[in-house]
């Protein structure tokens, strides 16, 4: 604090500001958004890099859950869903990686 007062911040607090300043540090801009925050299919389509019409497929197909809205056709993604969505897209490239690498370590004749 300003008058030299220290206020012990919570890990998750902490986890926050570091990967903040870490991606400040890299030029890129950072967004704080609580979890409970709902997407339009376009918001989840930047978010992850991912075009609106791609987004909806997978919204139809259920691979992110969403909602419609109330007397609407729109449709709404809480950040939640497409975090976890990310994170699992995420684990199965790590997974393919890892199978690429061990082949190529393997030395296979194909």
Do not use: C, N
């Not at 389509?45 to 056709?73: N, Q, W």
């Not at 082949?103 to 004749?109: G, I």
């Amino acid at each position: 604090m300003p008058d030299g007062e220290e206020i012990p911040l919570p890990e998750s607090l902490v986890a926050v500001l570091v990967a903040s300043a870490g991606q400040l540090s890299q030029g890129h801009g950072v967004t704080v958004l609580a979890t409970e925050v709902r997407l339009t299919p376009a918001e989840v389509g930047e978010l992850l890099g991912l075009s609106r019409p791609f987004v909806a497929r997978l919204l139809d197909a259920g691979d992110i859950p969403s909602e419609h809205l109330p007397d609407s056709k729109h449709r709404v993604v809480s950040l939640a869903d497409v975090l976890e969505f990310q994170a699992r897209r995420e684990r199965r490239r790590a997974g393919r990686r890892r199978i690429a690498d061990a082949v190529q370590a393997a030395d296979l004749p194909y």
